[in-house]
């Protein structure tokens, strides 16, 4: 009998009006593995002449990658079992059209937005973000000229209501991040801390206030500096804000550690770079072993995220991980197949202690730069132009944890555009290679709750 597709409407707001009962942590527990667009909508611009101006445009998308995101890379991604996308976003720093009320350029509002649908359309999670951003919070928390703040706040509760306005009714599938990596190094702790906490409840009342969805939405505070250090020793401060959603709010921090094994790029007087890390990747007679940082170093961090926040009641968000992956082949007596096996193993062991800890979903930095530099190394996993894994060793290391997800059916569905086929999805996250793929049931395809029999 041939079967009929029915979009069933009810079964729809069915599960909006279900989902608007999750709380983070239900959300976050469905979040893993997550995958980062890198710096794609946060580039272009460094320095604070491009503030509150209108210069970087659309083209800023792909002036530090090659690729102009499509509906076919984020359902590429999602098919290699990622199951949430962050997307890090710039917003004051070339894309403001109006100084005077901190007024977003609508092209670029609606590029992020169709960006989102992308993700969205194919069964992902999205965390969207105000990113670097050019510095103009990130890098002035510890200001306490009162104008200076003042005007912060204004800025920052002008974009957050903007971005909360134009997303009003997107569900929860979709979770805000107000911050990046808030600079709190080498300031005094108390101030600079107490000013990030005002700072994010204004982040918090801003959404909020526009009311829709965004009543329901999970938001997402970050640690001083992302630092795991630094925010579990302020815990407690966390679970003080003001928020008329209760059991909706995440804490994020970043996971870059050892530095000398992910981002250290030559040898210096007073270290080496770390190319092996792990049980039984050292190899013999380098002087490139790692020393500190590995598997114990990292269930300890890891540890202090569950005890001070996921058993608490408030999820994890590891916003950024990830370890440079270098090309050793011209280095003497140094192993290729080691430092593979040392990338492998620490995405691995990220994903596996996340896992086994529940509540905390990592969230691997991409920054689609297909070329290892060398011992400098890079942090990509996805070639997005070919559609093909890149990083080799990170992704074998994430799937030694979420195994590839198995495609049912063999013809490709056509819907509309007829060079990107529509992905299909069973209630588990799992990619269905067609509406005619013999599945029975409730499935999702392109934001629609669809009955296939």
């Known amino acids: 009998m041939k079967r009929i597709l029915f979009a069933l409407s009810f079964l729809l707001m069915a599960f909006c009006h279900a989902g608007a009962q999750n709380t983070a942590s239900d959300i976050i527990n469905q979040m893993s593995p997550g995958w980062n667009l890198g710096n794609t909508l946060e580039a272009k611009h460094w320095n604070g002449a491009d503030l509150f101006n209108n210069k970087g445009g659309l083209a800023a998308e792909t002036s530090w990658q090659p690729t102009r995101t499509t509906q076919a890379i984020i359902d590429y991604v999602k098919s290699l079992g990622f199951r949430s996308v962050r997307i890090p976003c710039a917003w004051v720093c070339g894309h403001i059209s109006d100084a005077a009320n901190y007024t977003i350029d ?78 709190t190094e080498d300031t005094p702790k108390t101030t600079t801390l107490n000013n990030l906490l ?16 965004n009543a329901n939405r999970v938001l997402v505070v970050q640690g001083p500096s ?60 380098s002087q490139h072993n790692a020393t500190w940082g590995e598997e114990d170093n990292m269930k300890e961090l890891l540890q202090k995220m569950k005890t001070n926040f996921v058993d608490k009641g408030m999820p994890v968000i590891l916003g950024e991980f990830g370890a440079n992956w270098r090309d050793l082949s011209g280095q003497k007596g140094e192993s290729q197949e080691k430092h593979d096996a040392s990338i492998r193993a620490h995405y691995r062991e990220l994903h596996r202690l996340c896992q086994e800890m529940g509540g905390m979903v990592p969230m691997t930095w991409d920054i689609n730069s297909c070329n290892q530099g060398g011992t400098k190394g890079i942090m990509t996993v996805v070639d997005r132009k070919n559609r093909t894994i890149f990083g080799t060793p990170a992704m074998q290391g994430i799937r030694d944890v979420y195994p590839e997800p198995s495609v049912e059916g063999v013809e490709a569905v056509r819907t509309g555009d007829a060079q990107h086929p529509a992905a299909v999805y069973d209630l588990q996250g799992r990619r269905l290679a067609t509406f005619s793929s013999g599945y029975v049931g409730i499935v999702v395809s392109q934001g629609r709750k669809m009955l296939m029999r």
């Open 106 to 183: 609508t092209a670029w509002m609606a590029r992020v937005k169709q960006i989102v649908d992308y993700c969205l359309n194919a069964g992902l999670y999205v965390v969207l973000n105000d990113h670097w951003d050019g510095g103009w919070l990130e890098e002035h928390i510890a200001d306490t000229d009162a104008a200076t703040v003042a005007k912060n706040k204004a800025v920052l509760a002008a974009l957050w209501t903007q971005i909360a306005e134009t997303f009003k009714d997107y569900d929860q599938r979709l979770l805000f991040a107000g911050l990046n990596e808030p600079n």
């Open 198 to 213: 005002a700072y994010e409840q204004v982040f918090i009342d801003a959404v909020r206030a526009v009311g829709g969805q």
């Open 226 to 285: 992302t630092d795991i250090g630094k925010t579990t020793k302020y815990a407690s401060r966390f679970f003080q804000f003001n928020d008329t959603a209760p059991g909706l709010l995440a804490i994020e921090v970043h996971y870059y550690n050892p530095w000398q094994f992910w981002g250290m790029e030559k040898d210096e007087s007073w270290g080496k770079v770390f190319y092996y890390w792990g049980k039984g990747n050292h190899h013999s007679g």
